[in-house]
C-alpha cells in the first residue's frame, strides 16, 4: 500500500504542476475560458482523486479486518462532474465544456503516461 501512496502524491504533485500552467495560460494569454476550465476541471480531478485514494485506503483497511465495505464514492464522483458540466453550460461564456472535460481527465491522463512509461522502461531491461 506504501507504494500506492508515492504514487498519487507523485499524481497529485504532477497534477498541481500541470494545473500551475494552465493558470499561468489564464493569465498569460488570450485564451482565458479554456485556461480557466482546465484548470477548474484540473483541481476538481484532483479532489476527486483524493477522494478515490482515501475511499480505496477504507476499503483495503476493512479488508484486512475481515469487515464489509459497500462503496468506494463513484456516486459522488460522477455528480461532482456533472455539477462541473451544469456549471459550463449556466456559464458558457466563462466556462468552455471542453476545457473542464479534458482537466477532468488530468490526473488519469497523467497515470496512462506514468503506466506506458513504466512499461517501457522494464521492457528495455
Known sequence: MKDFSLMIKQYTQYTLYLTALYVLGWGFTSYETLFLSLSLGALFSLYMLWSMYRKITKLN????????????????????????????????????????????????????VHALLQIRRLSKQ
Do not use: H, Q, W
Open 61 to 112: 483497511e476493512a479488508i484486512d479486518k475481515g469487515k464489509k465495505f459497500f462503496t468506494i464514492g463513484t456516486v459522488s464522483r460522477l455528480a461532482l462532474a456533472g455539477l462541473l458540466a451544469l456549471l459550463a453550460i449556466r456559464y458558457p461564456d466563462t466556462f468552455n465544456i471542453v476545457g473542464l472535460v479534458v482537466g477532468l481527465m488530468t490526473p488519469y491522463i497523467l497515470i496512462l
